[in-house]
């Protein structure tokens, strides 16, 4: 028996959504026809064009990340530790793949544009997943002055504290530094391979970066997995053992809140799904 009833719903809508399909395709494909298109964003649109504030909250965040590098490092020389901060690195980086994944997951199955804090970027989640590869043509500081920001605020005042401990510092500098550039990774696991850095590719291929074909999944039905956008590496273990859906049922019973991806999604993201060539897998 499943510890997950409300996946009956959702079972038994597909089933009937495939039945449809299957027994009125004509019906199917006229009502998607004619359903009006998503007017997409020009490419000279200054939503996708970043400010100087926004380039300079990139700016901070670059500069907290490499204070917390240069700590480790210079700690470490004086100190002669190689191997803890660089496992400790190492660790960072398996961090922020899971941190990325856990507020990808939050942000885009709870609150709105009205939620404090969050707001805007549960706005722009959304906006995300109604035009996939928009994020394609967001220039570079427009896409990463909210971590530049988040960075700042949060990892600067713990390198002022803790700059003298090189195993956390190297924790910490890898962790923020892959926080803060995963919208980054995020946006060449949106682009096709033949427009992206042959060292891009070939670290996305290494599992280094999230693949392509793995966050194309997220774009997919059922919507619900695939959140993690620095390595992709926990991906796998979190979905296979159905750990958000699992958290999404604690939420449900304690708060009574349910998740937008057990049915409530936008219709807008599957239609853009059906329609747009980068949810398609790139050549
Ligand atoms: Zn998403
Ligand atoms: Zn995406």
Redesign the pocket.
């Known amino acids: 028996m499943s510890i997950l009833p409300e996946h009956h719903h959702l079972q038994h809508a597909a089933a009937i959504g495939s039945h449809l399909a299957k027994t009125a395709p004509k019906l199917h494909k006229l009502a998607i026809n004619t359903t009006p298109l998503i007017t997409p964003p020009k490419l000279n649109d200054p939503s996708l064009k970043s400010t100087w504030v926004q380039r300079a909250w990139v700016a901070t965040g670059c500069i907290t990340v490499l204070i917390s590098l240069a700590s480790s490092i210079i700690g470490s020389i004086h100190s002669h530790i190689w191997l803890e901060p660089i496992l400790s690195g190492f660790v960072g980086y398996l961090f922020a793949d899971l941190a990325t994944g856990v507020y990808h997951w939050g942000i885009d199955n709870y609150g709105d544009s009205s939620t404090p804090v969050f707001g805007s970027q549960i706005e722009e989640f959304q906006g995300?997943?109604k035009l996939?590869w928009s994020?394609t043509k967001r220039q570079f500081a427009n896409n990463l002055h909210v971590l530049g920001r988040v960075i700042t605020y949060i990892v600067l005042p713990i390198d002022m504290i803790v700059h003298d401990q090189p195993v956390l510092m190297g924790f910490v500098g890898m962790a923020s530094g892959c926080i803060l550039f995963s919208q980054q990774f995020?946006a060449w696991?949106?682009r096709t391979k033949s427009k992206l850095p042959p060292i891009v590719v070939a670290l996305q291929d290494a599992g280094v970066l999230v693949s392509r074909s793995q966050?194309?999944d997220?774009?997919r039905p059922p919507y619900n997995n695939n959140y993690c956008?620095v390595s992709g590496v926990w991906n796998r273990f979190l979905d296979d053992h159905r750990l958000f859906e699992a958290l999404e049922m604690v939420v449900f019973l304690k708060l009574g809140i349910r998740p937008r991806s057990w049915g409530e999604l936008n219709s807008d993201w599957t239609k853009e799904a059906e329609d747009s060539p980068t949810t398609t897998y790139p050549p």
Request: without cysteine; aromatic residues 0%; charged residues 0%.
């Open positions: 995300h997943h996939p994020i995020h696991a949106h966050h194309l997220h774009h956008i």
